[in-house]
């Protein structure tokens, strides 16, 4: 990669520039050019490096989801993977060191058609479903720098869900699927969804301002960028200390999520979780070891679950449940 490609990689993780042309934005800010731009997105997202130029939504705020997870023999991974990937609102689905070693996020437009996707993989797959929904989120951003030392990501801020509009859903699942790599994208949006494009930019900025969009801008592809130990470590606490151990967690440099999800009684009673991306073991666990000795954790159980393949990652469904 040379300094360009760094440059949209690491700076342009949030913030795109909501301007009628905000590629030219880009390059302006860069010394160069907006073809310029543009060709170098396109060949980035081409190569896997990047997923999309749009944006990520808040979970649970203009659709359902949920982390779940398989216990799946061995013998079965390709296969039970193949069958849960069938469905089309499973986003993300990861194979990881654990007994529950299949992890899939799902999302869905409603609770009810959420239930409904989950019951379809049972189905398919003969096998229990574990399903935790996010209780508390304490950071859910994941646009951490490539470059340089480890930093501390920034607390949560609430979702303001009173900003949601009716015309809200399509617009966000457009961002979720990605905007068109053209000068103009807002207004090829708003040409798609038979809008303004000054309406759209607006609606954007409204939504990004009420946390209901976590992130508008690159959405880099981690494990394609040479980060490939990821660890998510999951946390046996009780509920009383969630919230102060969670908001310590998720300040340490090179946590890159920290979240609160629910329990399953007799089946996983492990509340707190986070991410740890790095581009070595060695990385990742000194990250934990920051983590462990921090005072609200001292001592608490805990269990390490690195990723070793990515089936999928993908975009969420807001909208509706399409093949």
């Known amino acids: 990669m040379d300094d360009l490609d760094r440059c949209l990689l690491d700076d342009f993780q949030r913030d795109l520039p909501l301007v009628p042309r905000p590629f030219a934005a880009i390059a302006a800010r860069l010394g160069r050019d907006e073809a310029e731009v543009i060709d170098r997105l396109c060949r980035l997202q081409a190569a896997g490096r990047i997923a999309r130029v749009g944006a990520t939504c808040r979970p649970n705020t203009a659709g359902a989801s949920t982390l779940a997870a398989l216990r799946v023999p061995p013998a079965r991974i390709d296969e039970v993977a193949a069958l849960a990937g069938a469905e089309p609102g499973v986003n993300h689905s990861y194979l990881r060191e654990d007994d529950w070693n299949l992890w899939l996020v799902v999302t869905a437009p409603d609770a009810d058609a959420l239930a409904a996707s989950l019951a379809r993989i049972e189905a398919a797959t003969r096998l229990q479903v574990l399903s935790l929904p996010l209780v508390r989120a304490f950071n859910i951003d994941l646009g951490f720098p490539l470059d340089g030392p480890r930093r501390s990501m920034a607390l949560d801020r609430p979702a303001d869900l009173s900003a949601l509009r009716p015309g809200d859903r399509p617009l966000m699942q457009a961002l979720s699927s990605g905007l068109a790599l053209v000068p103009r994208p807002f207004a090829a949006l708003a040409e798609d969804l038979a809008r ?128």
């Open 196 to 323: 303004d494009e000054a309406e759209i930019i607006a609606r954007i900025a409204a939504l990004a301002r009420a946390r209901i969009l976590t992130r508008v801008g690159v959405i880099v592809r981690h494990r394609a960028l040479g980060w490939r130990e990821n660890a998510m470590v999951v946390w046996h606490l009780p509920d009383a200390a969630i919230a102060a151990a969670g908001t310590a967690l998720a300040r340490v440099p090179g946590v890159t999520l920290c979240y609160q999800r629910r329990r399953v009684p007799g089946l996983w009673d492990w509340p707190l979780f986070c991410m740890i991306h790095a581009r070595t073991r060695p990385e990742a666990m000194a990250v934990l070891d920051r983590a462990r000795a921090l005072p609200e954790l001292a001592g608490v159980p805990h269990r390490i679950l690195f990723s070793t393949r990515c089936f999928r990652q993908r975009g969420a469904i807001i909208t509706e449940v399409a093949a």
